[in-house]
């Protein structure tokens, strides 16, 4: 069956959505400017050890970026090797401006389930932009009531949230063939997240660096920051801060209650 | 469109003309006179019952100042091309001369084409690897344009007239393939205005001298608003917005029309886009390299 969307003929104009400006969170990152003190871990470190639990157990991040990359894959699949998006029928539009709107019904908890149900499994809504026929580095949109499954090794936990959501994947727009995964994704996330029946408000931005990588970025009171570090599939974790730069950060654990800076160990 | 069918409205236009140049002679003459008028880019349309029979239109009078047109080459299209779903593409216009008094007229033409093509894009789903099946995956389009005209004449004296009048013609296009399986649909709309003038100077009763200029002021920004499916759970809408054409496009053709007892001949060569009348579209310059041509050979009785 012919699928297609007719329009009235009439002077038509395309808005562009104005993307979240994410680029304090980016800098954030780049540059924490939080000093970390026994005191200071001894007020967050169980908090962050809960919401990195949290992630690691709902891969939250992984049901966004499943939807964002198949979206991505499918705009590939229909450009060309000039960059020329392909409409059929409608010939062929070299580098173009597109304002993508972005519709996922989520899986759900029922393992068997034919296909998802947006009324009891929830939805994912996202907008993603094409500048000159590359992605733009920021994705944006909002889970309603979200349900999907999680993998914890051989178990599956069930996940969901809900709120708003908001990805960076960069400075500069990424070209459709490009792998997203390999760039370090920034996600924002302002809602509620849920796993194994246990619901946590969150207000947090984290982002994957790639090889399992994860990153916590951690605001105080006073305004300043730091970035906890760890990894998916390994024990290795680590803080980011004032004092200690560099993408791997000093040796940190939350469970042994210690972290070694340039300054030495902290203890909380 | 199936080929028996080509072939029989192929034979019925060429009767039709070949019946049209044999008719009796009516009291309607073609040569350039007070009465008989350039009718092309002119606010002038045939007398009630009259008739033009011509290679690029066909055209009767229904009323005094109403007549009925349609382009031959959209459906001349079908007649050729085998992707044609419709036959054709049809269309028709009608042209009302609301003022013609004294040394003014002034016409008011609004005209509808339309038609759709589908294409075999991928013959490997057909298990013979050759003809498209109506398993096969086909690329379809529709399209949908509406041009309306306001041209007024002025009679400078009896040799010299001057020609002035704008077009709007919306446009839409819709695509998509089929069965339908994990693509992108869309349709796209595109709207433009034009401006055209017509200098004529009748040398003799038969030869009359034109230089026509055509102008496009406007043309609205293509957007293309279609569909992604990517599964069952995942789809997309999505807006494009493109460039097609250029603001601008002009052309400058000088011309000639020769007119005799019933046989008329347009002919013209000019500089720039080539705008091309039935559809109201316009074809950049560098898609003919600057050269917009004008001609048409048609019998009026």
Known sequence: MLCAVTTMSCAETLDIPVAPDLDDVVVAYASPSAKISGTVMEAVGDELLELRELLKQSEVFEEILDVIVSVQLELDANTDESGNLEVPGLGAFPEPNAVIEINHDCAGWERNAAEGDAETAGSIRLTMLLDTGDVRPEVWGDATQCKFLAALGATTLQSSYDGQVAVHFGEEPVPTGERLRDLVITFVLTGTLGVAGKEVPIDQSFRLRGEGDLEILWELNDGTSFVYLFNLETPRQGIRDANCTGDEGCSCSLEERECTLPSGSIFW | ?301
Request: charged share 15%; net charge neutral.
């Open chain 2, 1 to 301: 469109m199936h080929p028996s069918l080509r072939k029989h409205l192929l034979v019925a236009v060429i009767c039709t003309m070949s019946a049209g140049a044999s008719a009796v002679p009516s009291k309607a003459r073609a040569y350039h006179t007070y009465k008989e008028r350039l009718l092309d880019t002119t606010a002038y349309s045939l007398e009630r019952r009259e008739f033009r029979l011509g290679a690029m239109k066909l055209s009767y009078g229904i009323f005094k100042y109403l007549e009925i047109s349609t382009y031959t080459v959209p459906w001349l299209a079908g007649l050729f091309l085998e992707e044609f779903e419709t036959i054709g593409s049809p269309n028709v216009e009608f042209k009302s001369t609301l003022i013609n008094r004294n040394r003014f007229a002034l016409s008011v033409s609004v005209e509808f084409l339309w038609g759709r093509v589908s294409s075999c894009t991928n013959p490997m789903l057909n298990p013979d690897g050759q003809l498209c099946t109506t398993e096969a995956e086909f690329s379809t389009v529709n399209w949908l344009v509406y041009p309306i005209s306001v041209t007024s004449s002025v009679r400078i004296n009896s040799r010299i007239s001057i020609h002035i009048g704008g077009q709007y013609t919306a446009t839409q296009a819709t695509g998509g393939t089929r069965p339908f399986e994990g693509d992108i649909s869309g349709s796209a709309v595109v709207n433009m205005l034009q401006i055209y003038g017509m200098f004529e100077w009748r040398l003799s009763r038969v030869v009359a001298l034109t230089v026509t200029t055509r102008w496009l002021p406007y043309v609205s920004q293509t957007v293309v608003r279609g569909q992604i499916v990517v599964d069952d759970d995942t789809g997309a809408t999505i807006g494009i917005q493109a460039d097609i054409l250029d603001n601008n496009a002009f052309a400058v053709i000088p011309g000639a029309v020769f007119s005799w007892n019933r046989a008329n001949i347009r002919l013209g060569v000019g500089y720039g886009a080539f705008f091309v009348e039935p559809v109201g579209l316009v074809v950049p310059a560098s898609v003919l390299s600057s050269i917009s041509p004008e001609f048409d050979v048609f019998v009026r009785f």
